[in-house]
């Protein structure tokens, strides 16, 4: 399923979003991170520290939401926005020098796809030995521009 241009411009045009989790006891916990939208399988990918707060939510409830922005300072009205709730996934939890062939071999483009929209930042630095990726499935999205909002739903067949 396409989704809207304007959603669309927002997830591929931005560096970074801020992820909520929540732990067993639903307590919310939101942090930034840089992160890469596959509009293909309606993925988002973050990498993160397999130490941090984050997979540990996560490990213990899947349910999140990530929400990518871009703000008007001076009219509110045309800040615009994307929301993308879903359940998240975790790599295997190994250093990945050390994951699977075949592991290495579905996450190894969405690295490719992070090194290149953050080659400033990466340069060359590898994955390093805590790192994972984090995959968000999404099963809704919603956009708004200012007082105007409109959302979609995804089947898990989709």
């Avoid at 990530?66 to 994307?82: A, K, L, S, W, Y």
């Avoid at 709730?85 to 075949?102: D, H, N, R, V």
């Amino acid at each position: 399923m396409r989704i809207p241009v304007e959603m669309r411009n927002i997830l591929y045009g931005n560096y970074f979003g801020y992820v909520c989790t929540s732990d067993r006891n639903d307590q919310p916990h939101l942090t930034p991170v840089f992160f890469v939208y596959d509009e293909h399988s309606q993925k988002i990918f973050f990498i993160t520290n397999d130490k941090s707060k984050k997979v540990k939510n996560i490990s213990e409830n899947p349910n999140v939401s990530i929400t990518v922005d871009i703000r008007d300072t001076v009219n509110p009205f045309n800040n615009e926005g994307v929301m993308a709730q879903g359940t998240a996934t975790i790599t295997e939890k190994a250093p990945i020098y050390f994951l699977s062939e075949e592991t290495l071999q579905l996450y190894y483009d969405i690295y490719m796809e992070f090194k290149s929209k953050y080659e400033k930042v990466i340069e060359n630095k590898p994955l390093g030995e805590n790192d994972v990726i984090v995959q968000i499935n999404i099963e809704k999205m919603v956009y708004w521009r200012g007082p105007h909002f409109k959302s979609i739903r995804f089947r898990k067949d989709e």
